[in-house]
């Protein structure tokens, strides 16, 4: 912390061009972006990527039954043809950039979020609150409470950019629907009726968090953001034509390829619990590179804080859940991979 209490800036550390990282951003052998996990040949890896879908075509069995399979495989795949137009993608990537690129440190620290509590709105750069990360993250970020509406304030979002609030506030309204859409195909993917994860999840919180990952000296010890799944329901994901992104397949850390016009879907633990853990939520991370900063914009879909959420199959294999409690926890004790969510499954 510095003496006005704000967390460090990972940019602000990146720009003093040191060629090592601070020992804070050090992840240990274990975790490391090249540390050996299985015996699987690399090479078999490198060609896959979670699939791409069409969400265009006229045969729906056929999206049920490609959604259904990436869903159980990889618990994540891309979208084209999903109705976004690709001016609003290219947009909020461009205002999220200016942010970090265009302002100065003054002016972001105008819109700092609060650093004693979990996932508040505005510029921050540590997941968990201050004392509780054990290795930091290699990453600044924006966070935006969009919906529902009562939590919408475009004040707390930057102004030095003329279109930044109308850009997120479109960008927020058309997530939803995506999302909407996404989650009753996924519903009858598994026989339910359409609307059941959503009636599960109820009215969305939805958030909208700007990742920027400066390029980073060390980039073989750090990591961008440590391996995790998404609290929430279901989590829609942009990014620039940097990799970075990684998910977590049969033993292996996986590259999504970025695609400018796609856009990447990642179930979340209510999901899993949801649908009683045959989807499961994909186990991700971010790693960094030495030479080009990157940025992702992910919109995450959640349930209310009070609302109780449990398996739409019998028997249950996950205890019912209040999502605030799940948060707390989460926040708590820190993501480790899929930790939190392996902590409701119900011993028999
Ligand atoms: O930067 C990315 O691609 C991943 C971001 C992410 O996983 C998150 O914000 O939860
Ligand atoms: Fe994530």
Not at 171 to 177: F, G, I, L
Not at 296 to 301: E, I, L, M, N, W
Request: proline share 8%; charged share 25%.
């Amino acid at each position: 912390m510095s003496p006005a209490g704000e967390p460090v800036r990972v940019q602000a550390i990146a720009q003093t061009r040191n060629s090592v990282v601070p020992p804070q951003y050090v992840q240990p052998p274990e975790t490391r972006p090249a540390a050996k996990l299985t015996h699987h040949h690399k090479n078999e890896a490198a060609e896959l990527s979670p699939p791409s879908i069409n969400l265009a075509g006229e045969d729906t069995g056929r999206l049920k039954d490609e959604i259904g399979l990436a869903c159980r495989d990889w618990g994540a795949f891309s979208v084209v043809n999903h109705g976004v137009p690709m001016e609003l993608l290219d947009q909020m990537r461009r205002v999220g950039k200016s942010f970090f690129e265009e302002c100065d440190m003054e002016q972001k620290l105008k819109y700092s979020c609060d650093p004693n509590s979990p996932a508040s709105e505005g510029y921050g750069s540590r997941m968990l609150v201050a004392d509780n990360d054990s290795v930091l993250d290699w990453r600044d970020y924006f966070d935006h409470h969009t919906l529902p509406l009562s939590r919408r304030n475009p004040a707390k979002w930057p102004h030095y950019q003329p279109n930044y609030r109308e850009v997120v506030a479109e960008y927020s309204d058309q997530m939803k629907v995506l999302a909407q859409r996404l989650l009753g195909l996924i519903s009858e993917s598994l026989g339910l009726p359409s609307s059941c994860i959503e009636e599960a999840i109820g009215e969305f919180c939805q958030n909208i968090t700007v990742s920027y990952y400066p390029p980073c000296p060390q980039p073989d010890l750090t990591l961008g953001l440590q391996s995790h799944s998404d609290m929430g329901a279901i989590t829609l994901l942009i990014q620039d034509n940097v990799e970075g992104l990684q998910v977590f397949k049969d033993g292996e850390w996986i590259t999504v390829r970025p695609l400018r016009d796609g856009i990447l879907v990642l179930l979340a633990d209510q999901t899993e619990i949801i649908t009683n853990g045959k989807y499961r939520s994909c186990q991700h991370r971010a790693i960094t590179n030495a030479e080009r900063a990157r940025l992702s914009v992910a919109t995450f879909h959640d349930p209310a804080k009070t609302r109780k959420v449990f398996p739409a199959f019998e028997p249950p294999i996950y205890h019912e859940v209040m999502y605030g409690d799940y948060v707390s926890s989460w926040y708590t004790k820190g993501p480790e991979g899929k930790r939190n969510i392996d902590a409701l499954l119900i011993k028999y």
